[in-house]
């Protein structure tokens, strides 16, 4: 088995630089997702949440592969690592719906920024990506930011915090997965693969589950899926020109969407720590773009 044309991935940095704009995108309509995910999950179930979730993004992604393959929207290089994928994503949206339903925005927010780290373990580890020094400064040092945001939520272990950590290393696992799927097929095939594999899924089991829906509600979900298709398909995106690692410093981005957010929907002022703490984020981010533009011209510097 080879990598396909389909994906086509470019190794230069203005591709790579593209990848990380589209992952700071994806990881804003992430932090909306949650805020909508936490609104609806006091009033309907899990799986209802995620079948509108997944209907309106299996609907989208097989628009796409359809348009582009024709028959062959479904014929995959690698068909057990995209239903993996889609196993995967779907398992670790149902933690955190639940999650959503038992734990403050901001706790759920603290222990998603343990995934850049998993990521960047499992992307040396399974990707064989090479991650120099740097790069992992700038992951814990965004690590660091977020438990300086978050510290006094952790005084007493929370049982219900297994969920969104179990979850994390799923959402870490996918990512990978996602990396990895890039080399053979295109992100409009891996897209409706994540949709149609999640749709399955929730179908099953809705049934059991189902409650009425109003019209307010309605388009209150229907903005949810929304919110989630658009930052699935950028997020495929943006693992498709650059590397899993790479991107992952970007990802701290999300507490700060979420601080801001807090304040903006729910009063939460946020205090200096929290501030400093954004800072160290925002800067673990920059870092890492200004190391890899720093790698234009020199190939000595392509382990940093």
Not at 94 to 119: N, Q
Not at 276 to 285: E, L, Q, V
Request: charged fraction near 10%; aromatic fraction near 10%.
């Amino acid at each position: 088995m080879s990598p396909s044309n389909d994906s086509d991935p470019k190794p230069d940095d203005n591709t790579q630089v593209l990848g990380i704009g589209l992952a700071v995108l994806a990881v804003l309509l992430f932090a909306c997702l949650n805020v909508m995910t936490k609104h609806t999950s006091v009033t309907y179930s899990m799986i209802q949440i995620l079948w509108f979730r997944y209907l309106l993004l299996s609907g989208f992604g097989l628009g796409l592969a359809v348009r582009k393959h024709k028959k062959a929207a479904f014929r995959s290089q690698v068909p057990l690592l995209q239903v993996a994928r889609g196993v995967l994503l779907a398992t670790e949206a149902g933690l955190y719906v639940f999650a959503f339903r038992h734990l403050p925005l901001a706790e759920i927010s603290a222990v998603s920024g343990t995934a850049p780290m998993v990521v960047t373990a499992m992307s040396a580890l399974m990707l064989r990506e090479v991650i120099g020094i740097r790069r992992w400064t700038a992951v814990v040092a965004g690590f660091v930011g977020v438990l300086i945001i978050v510290r006094p939520g952790f005084a007493v272990f929370n049982p219900w915090m297994l969920a969104p950590l179990f979850g994390t290393v799923l959402w870490a696992l996918y990512q990978v997965l996602t990396r990895l799927v890039s080399q053979y097929d295109d992100p409009e095939r891996t897209t409706m693969f994540t949709g149609t594999v999640g749709l399955g899924l929730a179908c099953i089991a809705l049934p059991f589950f189902w409650e009425p829906v109003d019209l307010e509600w309605l388009l209150k979900l229907l903005l949810l899926a929304v919110l989630g298709g658009a930052g699935h398909s950028t997020l495929i995106k943006a693992l498709s020109l650059a590397p899993a690692s790479l991107i992952q410093p970007f990802s701290y981005t999300g507490m700060v969407w979420a601080v801001l957010f807090g304040w903006l929907f729910f009063g939460d002022v946020p205090a200096v720590t929290t501030l400093f703490g954004a800072s160290i984020i925002i800067a673990s981010g920059l870092y890492t773009l200004h190391r890899q533009k720093l790698r234009r011209g020199d190939p000595k510097t392509q382990s940093v």
